[in-house]
């Protein structure tokens, strides 16, 4: 198994990971990411959902009602009334349906302590297995908030929140993309064109596969890869443009270099050309530092290099670009780059 050039080779198929990096399946991926570490790891094992110093109260309401009948046994053996009342007292909100339920089901419990806790509790009626005259339904009720309910609310927001983000993740992504329209036939870089300006340049076909690609200052993961297929759908190398140097500190980079590279799998070199800002092209030593990644290019306007491999050829070309402003050096980074990727085959 190995990789090479965004290809993954098992077994000697070969399988192209590029998808990977497209914002949609990147934001797919991290959205299930983020789910299975915010529920699994972190809501169930780093921070689970304990209790501690917990009010009678806040307890579910069978154990409200073993309280209950625990308070009733003390008053049997040592009747108190300050003491039951306080007891009583500690239920809160509960302690009308926790002596209905217990009056319910008394079981083992004395009648006459109990009938007392009654009394104390403003209830006239005996205790007896059937539903007392308090009015409140011997069915216990659980609390608004349990541990179950709380920790599905918390699912429930994590989820939430997930899908926003994603949301906005793909939305911005978008925003980035050419506007589609008459003016550019080539906004779509999944549906290879022949724009005329080739013909014109006496190219004796069209191409066999064309993109447009942008960046936008603020992408500092662009890394834009295509795949290059014959007529048949036969797999015949990739292409595509990444960033390779940027200029300053802080965020977002400040691009001033990107890489154009052809890969064949028919070649076992892939070509690389340096797309330079004006600033860094005109520094000797950052010219020749750079000159080990491929062939040195100065971005302008309309400026086309030729990429040519064993059995494809591909002509890249600057359709639009603009320089950033701001205390680096003049025409140091961009602002924003179009480039056109456009390959014939050989053979």
């Given at each position: 198994?190995?990789?090479e050039?965004?290809?993954?080779?098992?077994?000697?198929?070969?399988?192209?990971?590029?998808?990977?990096?497209?914002?949609?399946?990147?934001?797919?991926?991290?959205?299930?990411?983020?789910?299975?570490?915010?529920?699994?790891?972190?809501?169930?094992?780093?921070?689970?959902?304990?209790?501690?110093?917990?009010?009678?109260?806040?307890?579910?309401?069978?154990?409200?009602?073993?309280?209950?009948?625990?308070?009733?046994?003390?008053?049997?053996?040592?009747?108190?009334?300050?003491?039951?009342?306080?007891?009583?007292?500690?239920?809160?909100?509960?302690?009308?349906?926790?002596?209905?339920?217990?009056?319910?089901?008394?079981?083992?419990?004395?009648?006459?302590?109990?009938?007392?806790?009654?009394?104390?509790?403003?209830?006239?009626?005996?205790?007896?297995g059937?539903?007392?005259?308090?009015?409140?339904?011997?069915?216990?009720?659980?609390?608004?908030?349990?541990s179950?309910?709380?920790?599905?609310?918390?699912?429930?927001?994590?989820?939430?929140?997930?899908?926003?983000?994603?949301?906005?993740?793909?939305?911005?992504?978008?925003?980035?993309q050419?506007?589609?329209?008459?003016?550019?036939?080539?906004?779509?870089?999944?549906?290879?064109?022949?724009p005329?300006?080739?013909?014109?340049?006496?190219?004796?076909?069209?191409?066999?596969?064309?993109?447009?690609?942008?960046?936008?200052?603020?992408?500092?993961?662009?890394?834009?890869?295509?795949?290059?297929?014959?007529?048949?759908?036969?797999?015949?190398?990739?292409?595509?443009?990444?960033?390779?140097?940027?200029?300053?500190?802080?965020?977002?980079?400040?691009?001033?270099?990107?890489?154009?590279?052809?890969?064949?799998?028919?070649?076992?070199?892939?070509?690389?050309?340096?797309?330079?800002?004006?600033?860094?092209?005109?520094?000797?030593?950052?010219?020749?530092r750079?000159?080990?990644?491929?062939?040195?290019?100065?971005?302008?306007?309309?400026?086309?290099?030729?990429?040519?491999?064993?059995?494809l050829?591909?002509?890249?070309?600057?359709?639009?670009?603009?320089?950033?402003?701001?205390?680096?050096?003049?025409?140091?980074?961009?602002?924003?780059?179009?480039?056109?990727?456009?390959?014939?085959?050989?053979?």
């Open positions: 198994m190995r990789m050039n965004g290809t993954l080779t098992v077994l000697g198929r070969e399988i192209n990971i590029s998808a990977l990096s497209q914002p949609r399946t990147l934001a797919a991926v991290a959205f299930a990411a983020g789910l299975i570490v915010g529920l699994v790891v972190l809501g169930w094992w780093l921070f689970p959902v304990n209790w501690t110093d917990a009010s009678v109260a806040d307890l579910r309401a069978d154990l409200r009602a073993d309280y209950l009948r625990a308070a009733i046994d003390s008053y049997t053996l040592e009747p108190n009334d300050a003491l039951a009342r306080q007891r009583l007292g500690a239920l809160g909100e509960f302690a009308d349906e926790t002596m209905a339920a217990v009056a319910a089901a008394p079981g083992g419990q004395n009648i006459e302590s109990l009938a007392r806790f009654q009394a104390l509790l403003g209830v006239t009626a005996p205790a007896t059937g539903s007392p005259s308090t009015g409140s339904s011997a069915t216990p009720a659980e609390p608004l908030f349990g179950g309910t709380l920790l599905t609310t918390l699912c429930g927001i994590t989820l939430f929140v997930g899908l926003t983000l994603a949301v906005v993740y793909i939305s911005r992504n978008r925003r980035r050419p506007p589609a329209g008459p003016l550019s036939p080539l906004s779509d870089k999944n549906t290879p064109t022949a005329p300006h080739y013909e014109e340049a006496g190219e004796d076909s069209p191409p066999l596969s064309q993109w447009m690609t942008t960046y936008v200052l603020g992408d500092d993961l662009y890394d834009d890869s295509f795949s290059i297929d014959s007529t048949a759908g036969d797999f015949m190398g990739e292409c595509g443009v990444s960033i390779s140097e940027a200029i300053g500190v802080g965020s977002p980079k400040r691009v001033s270099a990107f890489e154009v590279w052809l890969f064949d799998k028919n070649d076992v070199h892939t070509v690389t050309k340096v797309l330079m800002s004006t600033h860094l092209f005109r520094d000797d030593a950052s010219r020749q750079l000159a080990t990644k491929g062939d040195p290019l100065l971005a302008s306007p309309g400026a086309e290099t030729v990429l040519e491999t064993a059995t050829q591909m002509v890249a070309r600057v359709v639009d670009m603009q320089y950033g402003e701001g205390p680096l050096p003049e025409e140091s980074f961009f602002e924003r780059v179009t480039l056109e990727l456009a390959v014939w085959s050989k053979v």
